[in-house]
C-alpha cells in the first residue's frame, strides 16, 4: 500500500480531508511533508476488505456464537434470535469468504456443521478488542461470564497495540512510514515530524 504525502506549513497541516491545527510551534517558516494512509484506496487496504465480510451486526454475532461452540443451524436460530433467511445469507457469505466451513457429520452427511477454519479463529482478537470497547463505552458494565487465561484462571489484559519488543504503545507512539524506512532511526526532530501521522486525537 502506497503511502500518501500531506503538504503543511508551521501552522495548518493541508489535505484532502481535513485541516488540521499544527501546533509543533518553534521550528520556523520551514515545510515538511507528512505520510498518511491513502484514505480513497478500497483495494490496497485491509480494512475494507475486512468491513467487507464482518462489518455488520450478524456477522460478528455468529462468529461469538462460533466461539461458543455452536456447530448447527437450528443452534444459531434458537441462540441467536436471527431470522432463518439472515442466518442462512450470513452463515453463506462467511463460508465464501473462508471464516467458517461446512462439514457432514461423519454418522450422517445430511447434517451440516459450521465450524470456524484458521481465518475466522484469526479474528478473536478483533472481536474481544470490540467487545471489551462495548464494555467501557457501551453498556459500561464488564461481561459475566468472564474470559480467563485457562492457565491462571485470571481475567485476559485489554487488547492493545504492541510495539516489536512488547511495548505498549499509544496513539502518539505511531508514525506511517513508506517500506523502505521501515528500521532506520529517526536522527533529527525534524526528520521525525516527516513520517508522524497526521492524527484527530484530544491534547
Same mark, same amino acid.
Given at each position: 500500500?502506497?503511502?500518501?504525502?500531506?503538504?503543511?506549513?508551521?501552522?495548518?497541516?493541508?489535505?484532502?480531508?481535513?485541516?488540521?491545527?499544527?501546533?509543533?510551534?518553534?521550528?520556523?517558516?520551514?515545510?515538511?511533508?507528512?505520510?498518511?494512509?491513502p484514505l480513497n484506496d478500497m483495494q490496497n487496504c485491509g480494512l475494507p476488505a475486512a468491513l467487507e465480510v464482518m462489518g455488520e451486526r450478524w456477522s460478528f454475532m455468529i462468529l461469538r456464537a462460533a466461539f461458543n461452540g455452536l456447530y448447527h443451524f437450528e443452534e444459531y436460530l434458537g441462540a441467536l434470535g436471527i431470522a432463518r433467511n439472515i442466518l442462512s445469507n450470513r452463515l453463506a457469505r462467511l463460508v465464501e469468504h473462508g471464516i467458517m466451513k461446512r462439514e457432514p457429520l461423519p454418522d450422517d452427511r445430511r447434517k451440516i456443521e459450521y465450524r470456524l477454519t484458521e481465518k475466522g479463529l484469526d479474528l478473536l482478537p478483533a472481536m474481544l478488542a470490540l467487545r471489551q470497547w462495548g464494555e467501557k463505552?457501551?453498556? =459500561?458494565? %464488564?461481561?459475566?461470564?468472564?474470559?480467563?487465561? !485457562?492457565? *491462571? =484462571?485470571? %481475567?485476559?489484559?485489554?487488547?492493545?497495540?504492541? !510495539?516489536? *519488543? =512488547?511495548? %505498549?504503545?499509544?496513539?502518539?507512539?505511531?508514525?506511517?512510514?513508506?517500506?523502505?524506512?521501515v528500521g532506520k532511526a529517526v536522527e533529527t526532530r525534524q526528520e521525525e515530524e516527516k513520517v508522524r501521522p497526521v492524527l484527530n486525537v484530544l491534547h
Open positions: 500500500m502506497q503511502l500518501e504525502t500531506v503538504h503543511c506549513s508551521k501552522d495548518f497541516f493541508v489535505g484532502p480531508e481535513a485541516r488540521v491545527r499544527y501546533t509543533a510551534g518553534g521550528h520556523g517558516e520551514w515545510n515538511m511533508e507528512k505520510l498518511r494512509e463505552y457501551g453498556c =459500561g458494565v %464488564p461481561s459475566n461470564p468472564v474470559l480467563c487465561d !485457562a492457565r *491462571d =484462571g485470571l %481475567p485476559i489484559a485489554q487488547i492493545g497495540i504492541y !510495539a516489536h *519488543d =512488547g511495548r %505498549p504503545l499509544g496513539p502518539r507512539e505511531l508514525e506511517w512510514r513508506q517500506s523502505a524506512d
